[in-house]
């Protein structure tokens, strides 16, 4: 306000100087000068002037910011009950000025001027608004409803907010990311973790729990029970259409939503096949069988304490089946349909909350029950062997059917625990049980006639393996040896061969001697007995000098010289004839 008054004393202070300074004329050329000086030191002072008052009348907005403008002066007051002002009024303007230069009559003198920076929301957040002032909200309205994307530029107009019947508290309208020139006196933005923008990821979807309505919409409850269940006591919840308050009939899908978090709350639900795990939580004891060197079974028992991991839905189910309390692991899969998903969390809260209050449990006593009763199974003989594959008995459970008759327990169990999901909304795929902690006192027997078995077979193929060794061996010496084998052979077919050839030789020296002796015989009844005998001696020593002729000249030096001769007739002149043969034989030739 000062420098607006010093202002104006500055122009007529200076215009009075400048129009006295030409008042009376001048005579000389001094005179002129010295008039021409005041005139222009009037001017002078009287621009200081215009430029001081000028100076109170403009402002210049920065490109990242927004004027704010508090009128001090004014001929009427601000409503009751209201923080920001129309044109005309006192107090904080609703107006604001964008970036530039503005020029307003003495803007500096009516108002205070002061400067915010632009209203920058970040990706991945919203800005939650709340406006200070405006119309009261009616009854049972706790929040302003929202106002459609393209009408929100006109929210951003704090004048238009104001004279359209805009309400005053928090508003469901959210700002998305970017930047917006606000009026920071009527509009109060918040932007911090709790504004994050609401992601539903790949394989969930979002429940949505609308604590607002959309107005002029009709909205009306129904409930609505899980699809696929048909039983009365099946969980069932009150479901609105989108943009009523309850809980939504229809899930977000998978995306980003810039939803208000005071006006609704997404519960997100897995429709992704999920395993629970009932393991753990119980003392293994095992026999470890062996074999020692002298092929003796021997047995060693041992404990194996097994903790419930982490991961696991619940501990082992304890089944009681002839008398024995017996741990039997299993394995669940699950899924949600996005259709139920409303249902689930409208009923129960969750998935995880379905799984704990609801399923598990079932799921222990369905397991219990039908392991510990009866069991239809196909029709076998005493030795085990399947009679019919189309006949079944229905019979108490045993021990060894959680071994034998796994597949038969596991759908059966399957079947009564589909329905017990289907009424909470959600779908049990498959179940599959674990292998049983059977007692080993149960077990040793037949490990025992297993291993007792498979040393048998081993021993049998054993034996079987060192004959076909020995065979083996046998052919390869037998081929090593083949040169002598066959030299053998020949030799025994040479033999063979001689002996047929004696044999006929016999036969045909019998045949002959046989004739001789028929010569001989003959021979003897017309010469005489010794006769006969001389000429055989006699055909044996011409005979053997046939062969030997080196005889001839030692019999040569032992006959005598003179052959002497008897009347007798006896064998003397023989022995002389032979003598004298000899001696001719053994002359020398002329």
């Known amino acids: 306000m000062g420098w607006i008054i010093v202002g104006f004393v500055l122009i007529v202070g200076g215009i009075g100087y400048f129009l006295r300074a030409g008042v009376g004329g001048t005579q000389d050329l001094k005179g002129a000068a010295m008039a021409l000086g005041k005139r222009l030191i009037g001017l002078g002072v009287a621009a200081v002037g215009v430029i001081m008052v000028a100076n109170t009348s403009f402002v210049f907005v920065a490109a990242d910011q927004v004027g704010h403008l508090k009128r001090i002066y004014g ?34 003198v009516l108002y205070d001027y002061e400067e915010f920076p632009l209203v920058t929301v970040p990706e991945g957040f919203y800005g939650q608004i709340t406006a200070l002032d405006g119309a009261a909200m009616p009854s049972g309205m706790f929040m302003a409803p929202a106002i459609p994307d393209d009408r929100i530029d006109q929210m951003m107009d704090a004048s238009a907010f104001l004279s359209t019947g805009g309400y005053r508290g928090p508003q469901e309208t959210v700002l998305k990311p970017g930047s917006y020139r606000l009026n920071r006196y009527l509009f109060d933005v918040t932007i911090n973790e709790a504004t994050t923008a609401t992601v539903v990821p790949a394989g969930q979807v979002g429940v949505v729990k609308s604590n607002v309505a959309t107005p002029g919409l009709a909205c009306r409850e129904e409930v609505v029970a899980a699809e696929g269940s048909r039983d009365s006591d099946s969980l069932s919840v009150p479901l609105v259409p989108r943009g009523c308050v309850g809980i939504w009939k229809e899930p977000l899908l998978p995306g980003a939503y810039y939803l208000n978090r005071r006006a609704y709350e ?24 062996s074999v020692d060197q002298q092929g003796k079974l021997q047995q060693d028992t041992r404990s194996v304490v097994e903790e419930v991991p982490s991961t696991a839905a619940d501990r082992a189910v304890f089944v009681k089946i002839e008398g024995w309390d017996i741990p039997v692991e299993l394995r669940v899969l699950v899924q949600v349909d996005p259709a139920d998903a409303p249902i689930v969390v409208g009923s129960v809260g969750g998935l995880k909350e379905v799984e704990d209050r609801i399923l598990v449990p079932a799921i222990r006593s369905i397991v219990r029950n039908v392991a510990g009763s009866n069991i239809r199974v196909p029709v076998r003989d005493a030795d085990g062997t399947l009679i019919s594959p189309a006949q079944f008995e229905t019979r108490p ?27 909470a909304g959600v779908d049990v ?17 037949r490990l025992r006639q297993q291993l007792a078995d498979q040393l048998s077979n081993a021993y049998a193929r054993e034996t079987a393996a ?18 002598r084998l066959v030299e053998s052979q020949i030799a025994v077919q040479v033999a063979q061969q001689r002996e047929q050839e004696r044999e006929a030789l016999g036969r045909a020296e019998r045949k002959f001697l046989e004739e001789l002796a028929k010569g001989q015989s003959a021979q003897a009844g017309v010469l005489g007995q010794d006769r006969v005998a001389m000429l055989q001696a006699l055909e044996k020593v011409l005979a053997t000098l046939e062969k030997r002729p080196d005889i001839i000249q030692l019999v040569g030096r032992l006959v005598p010289q003179t052959l002497v001769t008897s009347g007798g007739g006896g064998v003397e002149g023989a022995a002389a004839v032979i003598g004298q043969a000899i001696q001719e034989a053994v002359r020398p030739q002329p």
């Open 429 to 445: 795929r498959e179940i599959r049980l674990g292998e049983p902690a059977i007692p080993p006192e149960i077990l040793i027997t």
């Open 75 to 108: 001929f009427e007051e601000l409503p009751p009950g209201h923080v920001v002002a129309l044109s005309g009024q006192k107090g904080p303007q609703a107006a604001v000025l964008g970036p530039g230069f503005h020029f307003i009559p003495f803007v500096r």
């Open 466 to 483: 060192q004959n076909e060794r020995i065979k083996t061996e046998q052919a390869r010496a037998t081929a090593d040896e083949q040169p």
């Open 397 to 423: 459970s045993r021990v060894l059917d959680l071994i034998e008759n796994r597949e038969a327990l596991e759908q059966t169990i399957e079947t009564i625990i589909q329905v017990e999901g289907r009424k």
């Open 266 to 289: 997404v519960e997100l639900v897995d429709t992704r096949v999920q395993t629970w795990e009932f393991k753990g939580g119980y003392t293994k004891r095992i026999v470890d069988l």
